[in-house]
């Protein structure tokens, strides 16, 4: 099996999803893995899917073809996993510029590799201000975890870390 990263981004508008999985399905490939979402107006995704290698340069063309999409399409080997330590953390603390870059960073300097950020912008309860709240799913040794959370815990007085293991 050959395994296609697609990352698309289109106008929003019922059935992208259908589309693209009726293509998929077209080509006996098997949708691994995505991260699907509507923001201002626009539908953008990365999917991940194993598709036989005799259909892979058909599929491949054929998604590239699809009209109102800008596509990019990676053939990649897939990965043996690691045997670092995976954890998830969800952030929150008050919104403000630059914030990315100082967890992602600090994530960084800490041997941590980030292999999924989700974010959100909402509003605090009672207080209206802009609260910023993270999901992140993060690979590293053990022995710099608790020093890359103690980091993260350091970086702002208003930064809440949850962890799961």
């Known amino acids: 099996m050959n395994h296609l990263i697609i990352s698309f981004i289109t106008a929003d508008r ?7 999985s009726d293509l998929i399905s077209e080509h006996k490939a098997n949708w ?12 953008a995704g990365v999917i991940e899917i194993a598709v ?7 599929l491949a063309e054929k998604l590239a073809e699809l009209p109102g999409f ?7 080997q897939q990965q043996a996993s690691t045997p670092e330590t995976l954890l998830v953390l ?3 603390a008050n919104d403000r510029a630059g914030i990315v870059q100082e967890i992602s960073s600090t994530i960084h300097h800490h041997g941590g590799n980030l292999l999924k ?8 309860p009672h207080a209206g201000h802009e609260l910023f709240k993270a999901k992140v799913t993060i690979s590293a040794e ?4 608790e020093p890359m959370i103690d980091a993260l815990e350091n970086l702002a007085d208003d930064l809440m870390v949850d962890i799961s293991r």
């Open 32 to 43: 691994k893995k995505s991260s699907l979402h509507q923001m201002s107006g626009v539908f």
């Open 142 to 145: 053990k022995n710099n975890i």
């Open 70 to 76: 800008k596509m990019q399409i990676e053939h990649v």
């Open 90 to 92: 969800e952030l929150t």
């Open 52 to 58: 036989p290698a005799e259909n892979a340069e058909n």
């Open 117 to 124: 950020l989700v974010s959100t912008q909402e509003s605090a």
């Open 14 to 20: 019922p059935g992208i999803v259908k589309v693209l």
